[in-house]
């Protein structure tokens, strides 16, 4: 018995036909992707489901997304490069973790610590005093 030769026709896709996109269609969306615009943003623009943007031009938005990054820092860079205070502050705080200083100043009393540390140490039972002269938190 011979066997019969397998069919290579392609099975029918059930579902609507893909969508076509023109290539200015495709450069608007570029162009609010460089423009920051997320993918919801731009599929309400375009009048078009955010799945289908997104399964079929992800990539791309993202590839633009990352060129606006890039265009971004190219221009801090040059301010920073050009003596702007604010930008550099700005960049040293947001790539050199570097941070304003910040210093704080405790005052409490003698009578207050004495019994704070002697609640931690548990040679002291009870609680803090209700007030302490030198104590700045009680003062209103």
Known sequence: MAKKPKSKA?????????????KEQIA???KYALAGC??????NLMDIPK??????????????R????????VAQNKLAGDGNPAMLIF?????????DKQEH???I????????LGIIDGSTKGTLPASDPKDSSSSS
């Open 91 to 99: 960049l040293g705080k947001n790539e050199l973790e570097q941070a």
């Open 51 to 64: 799945e289908t943007l997104s399964r079929r031009f992800g990539t791309l938005l993202t590839k633009r």
């Open 109 to 116: 009393g003698e009578k207050t610590l004495r019994t704070v």
């Open 10 to 22: 392609k099975p029918k896709k059930n579902g609507r036909p893909e969508r076509k996109f023109t």
């Open 66 to 73: 990352c060129e606006r990054k890039y265009i971004l820092r």
């Open 105 to 107: 100043e405790h005052n």
């Open 38 to 43: 997320q993918n919801t943003t731009i599929a």
């Open 28 to 30: 608007e969306m570029e």
